[in-house]
């Protein structure tokens, strides 16, 4: 297939960046099309460790084309100093980098409107990264917000912020009792970045297309996962864009039907940071340990991930959400050590027994899991390259994830190098 995409099965922090760089190899370009810079994809090289927010991860790829296509917020100053940082490794970003003209600017009242909302929500807060996401695409959705492409028209760009910020300005001030943010400096900023950016700056629409009708490979990267999706995941506690394959097409003007194979990636059990339900939670001490088996801090935050089990009931929803025709399972590691292991295979829901994930007509709230417990493994498995060398505790652990979500776990990953990664 031309097209084949990546995308996270859970709450985010699946390893799409990880299968990502995996596969690129394959790849002539590599897309994001949603979110900003609230992702953060970790891909390990040898012994250098590369965290990405904004480039694709494709850039460590020599040779490939990266685009930010037009469903994604583009934070300039997180861009610019990623920019930096991969070319002070060496990275080659000038003509490999192409940003479309039609991608949103996430501007510094987003994030002062972010936290200032998270500030006040008390109970009811969302825990998002605080990047700006959901006011930059407030605005995109009411048509007020401004795009890369603006920033080459100074007079209307100058105009139009004017404006935004003095309305932004009064709602920080009057709502949220806030510090007014100095539109001047803004200005000078963003006119700055117009400088910076532009020689990546471009109409990413006809290059995805261009490069179709040439026969190339495009890999569109993920960035999430769809139970944060903003129509499926578990509203409101999600991300403002489509992050589950649904978005791809509106995110970078791919026509649905050419939008082929879709890659799921799920963690061999699930965590979740931020606020909302997670059905498969672990209390508290049983949570520290895996998070310490498995190094669970956000990537962007550095926020202590939540941790739980393998919920087999959300990831068969977002397999059949997603349409995922294969399934790469990471992480299978970090469960070494445990006697019993458990998969989520039911929600009670007011004394109901379901194996349907609620998709808005029920709250998740007091959903209480319904488990198969498991036989677990001892051995570490992160020297192992072979799946016949994986104990047999493991091979059974899959299949019964394979056989509940009815797709293949083609892809394997027993740790962070691109080496601990077993392909069937
Ligand atoms: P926002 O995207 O910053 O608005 O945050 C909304 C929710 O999505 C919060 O629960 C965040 O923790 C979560 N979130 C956003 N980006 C990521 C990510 O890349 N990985 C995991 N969670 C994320």
Redesign the pocket.
């Known amino acids: 297939m031309p097209v084949l995409s990546v995308i996270g099965t859970q709450?985010?922090?699946e390893g799409k960046g990880k299968i990502l760089d995996l596969i690129a190899e394959r790849a002539d370009v590599v897309v994001r099309y949603q979110?900003g810079a609230?992702?953060?994809h970790t891909v390990v090289v040898g012994t250098e460790k590369f965290v990405f927010h904004l480039l694709p991860s494709g850039i460590l790829h020599p040779g490939k084309r990266n685009v930010i296509a037009n469903g994604v917020v583009l934070d300039a100053e997180q861009l610019l100093q990623e920019i930096d940082a991969f070319e002070k490794r060496g990275i080659e970003i000038q003509g490999r980098l192409f940003i479309s003209a039609a991608a949103h600017l996430v501007f510094p009242y987003h994030k002062a409107l972010?936290r200032a909302s998270e500030g006040v929500k008390g109970g009811t807060k969302?825990?998002?990264?605080?990047?700006g996401?959901?006011p930059a695409y407030a605005d995109k959705i009411a048509r007020t917000g401004l795009r890369v492409g603006d920033l080459y028209d100074e007079r209307r760009f100058t105009e139009r912020l004017r404006a935004n910020v003095a309305e932004k300005n009064q709602i920080l001030q009057a709502i949220y009792h806030a510090e007014p943010l100095p539109f001047e400096s803004i200005l000078a900023e963003f006119l700055g970045y117009a400088k910076r950016l532009r020689p990546y700056v471009t109409d990413t629409f006809h290059l995805l297309r261009d490069a179709l009708d040439a026969g190339q490979y495009v890999f569109i990267e993920g960035?999430?996962?769809i139970l944060?999706d903003v129509d499926f995941g578990t509203y409101p506690?999600?991300?403002?864009s489509n992050s589950s394959a649904l978005g791809i097409s509106a995110g970078t003007g791919i026509a649905p039907k050419r939008v082929g194979e879709v890659l799921g990636v799920a963690k061999a059990y699930t965590t979740?940071?931020?606020?909302?339900p997670f059905p498969t939670e672990l209390p508290p001490a049983e949570a520290e340990l895996l998070r310490k088996k498995g190094e669970e801090f956000?990537?962007?935050?550095g926020?202590p991930r939540r941790c739980g089990w393998f919920d087999g009931v959300a990831t068969r929803f977002a397999v059949e959400v997603n349409g995922v025709d294969a399934l790469a399972l990471t992480k299978l590691d970090t469960l070494s050590g445990y006697d019993t292991l458990q998969i989520c295979t039911a929600y009670q829901i007011g004394g109901k027994s379901t194996d349907r994930f609620p998709c808005g007509e029920v709250s998740l709230d007091g959903v209480k899991p319904v488990y198969e417990k498991l036989p677990g493994w001892r051995e570490p498995l992160t020297g192992m390259r072979r799946y016949d060398d994986l104990p047999k505790t493991v091979r059974d652990y899959v299949a019964f994830i394979e056989d509940f979500l009815r797709v293949r776990a083609t892809i394997v990953s027993v740790g962070p190098a691109r080496d601990q990664t077993i392909t069937r």
């Open positions: 709450w985010g922090d979110g609230n992702a953060g972010d969302i825990g998002t990264t605080g990047r996401i959901g960035a999430q996962g944060l506690f999600v991300t403002s979740r940071v931020g606020e909302g956000g990537a962007t935050t926020r």
